[in-house]
């Protein structure tokens, strides 16, 4: 049974940072697609950072040369590190994996994954 587990989130300032980790189970992480998405109170969860293989990383705009994803390839460990945090980064934040996709494309699309962590909130002040 896949499981996934997503700590690390809290209450930071303006500029400040994050790490954020996801403990997984019940499969490998080099035979799935993972990513990180993000859902602010009256918004639509959106994707934040990609990876596949532990090495083919895609990052959405907004968070370009401020986050990073990465992936061990012995253990799996999957994290999200957060610089330069705005308020706008504000939300809960999801690790989500999918054994394929149809299209590299679609990995953006919320309703290509199949599994989902319960999240972690970051809050972030002016």
């Known amino acids: 049974q896949v499981q996934l587990v997503e700590t690390g989130g809290g209450s930071v300032q303006a500029g400040g940072s994050l790490r954020l980790s996801c403990a997984a189970s019940?499969?490998?992480?080099?035979?799935?697609?993972m990513g990180w998405f993000r859902q602010a109170p009256g918004k639509e969860r959106e994707g934040v950072a990609f990876?596949?293989?532990?090495?083919?990383?895609e990052y959405d705009n907004s968070v370009k040369g401020r986050f990073a994803i990465s992936q061990a390839t012995v253990k799996g460990a999957l994290t999200l590190q957060m610089n330069s945090l705005k308020p706008e980064d504000t939300a809960v934040y999801y690790c989500?994996?999918?054994?394929?996709?149809?299209?590299?494309?679609?990995?953006?699309?919320?309703?290509?994954?199949?599994?989902w962590g319960q999240g972690t909130q970051v809050t972030v002040s002016s």
């Open positions: 019940g499969f490998s992480y080099e035979d799935y697609y």
């Open positions: 990876i596949f293989a532990s090495s083919i990383t």
């Open positions: 989500a994996a999918t054994p394929r996709l149809p299209r590299w494309s679609m990995r953006k699309d919320p309703k290509n994954y199949e599994h």
